[in-house]
């Protein structure tokens, strides 16, 4: 074992609400937490999670008007160091959950030896949004480009906007983003909708929703803040302006569970199955935030799940004589 591998009590693997939100009452009773926040450089592994590519957060409890993503998370980080928990910024290689204390490699994943060891562990690594892959969602994203509807639909009050997708996620943030915008054009590949039946039928229902059918988001414009998008035709190769000043992406989640593989259960489409708040199929591993929830997405239910998981793991240390 390494000279840094002493077997701590809690080891948090990623940030985000959920991992800090855990740090914060592991820390508090007193159990020393080590949270591993991931690399600044990783898509999939981003300190503070996805807050951190967000601009204004209006619906997070405690800010009557508002607070910029990077600067919430930067305050969860700071209450967390003042309770004391020690925090690495670097990204997880390698865990072994087969049996506690669980072995977790920080660098190269094939030494024979962890870089630490945990009598717990609480898995925080949250989940990215699938995105268009083009050279503009970078600059634009929180600038009029969203992957969240309920976070961001009210700033587009009587705007034209696009929602690309359809699924029932599409379909879902198409019928919420009504409620503010004055039109939602509903961007998908094929010319009728994955969603479910009824989800079909209230899209369809809906007057301020239109449809381009059979089209791809080839490009979308605007310098600091969305202007449009240029649509290409899937069956003619046609290409056409959309004028909207928002577009909302909802094309899918991918959790980070790719470390979990073959040691953690995972549902079908990749989550991390949790029971009885934030309990996995291996004892002493807990699950908190996006990497288990594809439901509500929020970052106050990633706070409140990581506070279940560190409450669960505390309870579990205390039970087993830890």
Avoid at 92 to 111: C, E, I, K, N
Avoid at 142 to 150: E, K, M, P, V, W
Wanted: aromatic share 6%; proline share 4%; charged share 20%.
């Amino acid at each position: 074992m390494s000279e840094n591998s002493s077997i701590r009590n809690v080891i948090i693997i990623g940030s985000g609400p959920a991992g800090l939100t855990s740090a914060i009452y592991t820390a508090r009773a007193n159990l020393e937490p080590l949270l591993i926040e991931g690399e600044p450089s990783s898509t999939s592994d981003q300190p503070g999670g996805q807050l951190m590519l967000t601009t204004e957060v209006e619906n997070f409890p405690g800010w009557p008007d508002g607070i910029m993503g990077p600067e919430l998370m930067s305050r969860f980080r700071e209450q967390a160091l003042r309770f004391g928990t020690d925090i690495e910024t670097a990204k997880v290689s390698r865990v072994d959950l087969s049996a506690s204390p669980f072995g977790v490699w920080v660098g190269d994943p094939t030494t024979p030896e962890p870089t630490y060891r945990a009598k717990a562990v609480i898995v925080s690594t949250g989940a990215q949004s699938l995105m268009l892959g083009l050279p503009e969602e970078s600059r634009l994203l929180g600038h009029g480009l969203s992957t969240c509807a309920t976070c961001d639909g009210f700033f587009f009050r009587d705007h034209d906007i696009a929602v690309v997708g359809g699924g029932d996620s599409a379909a879902e943030e198409a019928l919420f983003l009504t409620k503010f915008a004055r039109t939602v054009t509903l961007v998908h590949r094929r010319d009728e909708l994955r969603a479910s039946k009824i989800m079909r039928d209230r899209v369809m229902a809906n007057e301020k929703i239109r449809f381009a059918w059979n089209s791809t988001v080839s490009a979308i414009h605007g310098d600091t803040t969305v202007e449009g998008m240029t649509l290409t035709d899937t069956i003619t190769g046609e290409q056409r302006r959309l004028d909207v000043t928002g577009v909302f992406v909802a094309i899918g989640h991918r959790p980070n569970t790719d470390l979990f593989v073959g040691q953690l259960d995972l549902e079908e489409s990749g989550y991390l199955i949790t029971h009885s708040g934030s309990l996995t199929n291996v004892d002493g591993v807990f699950a908190c935030g996006d990497v288990q929830d594809h439901v509500y997405r929020q970052a106050i239910t990633a706070a409140g799940s990581g506070c279940m998981a560190a409450i669960d793991a505390e309870r579990w240390l205390e039970a087993n004589g830890h």
